[in-house]
């Protein structure tokens, strides 16, 4: 006689009727939906902290290159000041002592810099006037473009600095958010563990809370 085969359906397989009831389907789906959004917000939190901590990088190596530059534009200009100071010096020696056409010689030799302050400094008749300026290189007019070039450079300098360390705390807030995403997915995840309902719902209430709080966090931050 041929032996009956029962065929036991797996749980897998059977009518979500006969396993869950109503209640569990839909603490299912909040699960999955918790899954879903903390996963969403783990891929654009570490997206954003990529692309600051990129920023980050070129804003510093900008910063670096702009000091750099800077330093080079001040060693220049200190230069063109020693090159103003040591011309003049000679200028005034051999003009005290009446050698015109010596003192013709290295005034022609003057920077294109130097000159207008100079003539203002020659102006004020500073060799017979006590309160003249005792020297070009101290009149308002006297200016150097490297000087001016190096200021400039460092104040871009210090802006890039300044911007690359708030493009690291901006990464760094990104990389503290996805943890609270992570946490989320152990809560959710777990929670499908549990068979006591109470339980369940504890854990799903302290994810959810926690994915409020993390969604928050990452719609005030700013995005590149």
């Not at 001040?74 to 040591?86: F, I, K, M, V, W």
């Not at 990389?175 to 339980?199: D, H, K, Q, Y």
């Amino acid at each position: 006689m041929p032996e009956h085969v029962h065929v036991h359906v797996p749980h897998e397989l059977a009518e979500p009727g006969e396993s869950t009831t109503s209640r569990e389907r839909w603490l299912e789906i909040a699960a999955a939906l918790m899954l879903s959004l903390a996963t969403l917000g783990i891929a654009w939190s570490g997206y954003q902290a990529a692309k600051w901590s990129g920023l980050q990088a070129r804003r510093y190596t900008q910063a670096s290159t702009a000091r750099s530059l800077a330093n080079r534009a001040a060693t220049l200009g200190a230069q063109d000041r020693t090159q103003d100071l040591l011309n003049f010096n000679r200028w005034l020696e051999v003009y005290t002592n009446g050698d015109t056409q010596l003192a013709n010689l290295y005034e022609r030799r003057f920077r294109a810099e130097f000159r207008p302050a100079f003539e203002r400094w020659l102006a004020g008749d500073p060799l017979s006037n006590k309160d003249s300026i005792p020297s070009p290189l101290l009149e308002k007019n006297y200016k150097l473009n490297d000087m001016e070039k190096a200021d400039q450079l460092e104040r871009i300098g210090d802006l890039r600095f300044e911007q690359g360390k708030q493009a690291t705390e901006n990464a760094d807030d990104y990389v503290f958010v996805t943890v609270f995403f992570a946490i989320v997915l152990f809560f959710a995840g777990i929670s499908l563990r549990f068979a006591w309902l109470p339980m369940r719902l504890l854990i799903m209430a302290l994810g959810t809370v926690i994915l409020v709080y993390g969604g928050i966090r990452l719609l005030s931050l700013p995005t590149h």
